[in-house]
Nanobody, 126 residues
Framework: DVQLQASGGGLVQAGGSLTLSCAVS????????IGWVRQVPGKRRDPVSC????????SYAESVKGRFTISIDSARKTVYLKMNSLKPEDTARYFC???????????????????RGQGTLVTVSS
């Protein structure tokens, strides 16, 4: 059973940067794509970015393209989300999650993510 733990959120001013981490355990790391989604209370969860662990293929939501970068440290079994040029509208709780085994990073992945845990809160002040 794959386990994930998101961390790294905090309070930052608009224009600043944060790096979120997603530590993965309990599974063969390369078998899974990892996705980040975010949610504001009372609103739906929105896709942010995903990456396939076996080949590094990544994709981004239009709202974060050019500002966010997803990456993998396979040795540490950790996925990072580097967030630059943060905007107040990026304020949300961010969750990382794994897709089904062998499901690649794609728009479909966000519909089948197994999202658990509390996520990590990112607050961007104006």
């Amino acid at each position: 059973d794959v386990q994930l733990q998101a961390s790294g959120g905090g309070l930052v001013q608009a224009g600043g940067s944060l790096t979120l981490s997603c530590a993965v355990s309990g599974a063969t790391f390369d078998d899974y794509a990892i996705g980040w989604v975010r949610q504001v209370p009372g609103k739906r969860r929105d896709p942010v970015s995903c990456i396939s662990s076996n080949d590094g293929f990544a994709s981004y939501a239009e709202s974060v393209k050019g500002r966010f970068t997803i990456s993998i440290d396979s040795a540490r079994k950790t996925v990072y989300l580097k967030m630059n040029s943060l905007k107040p509208e990026d304020t949300a709780r961010y969750f990382c999650a794994a897709g089904p085994q062998f499901e690649p990073c794609s728009s479909r992945l966000y519909r089948v993510l197994d999202i658990r845990g509390q996520g990590t809160l990112v607050t961007v002040s104006s």
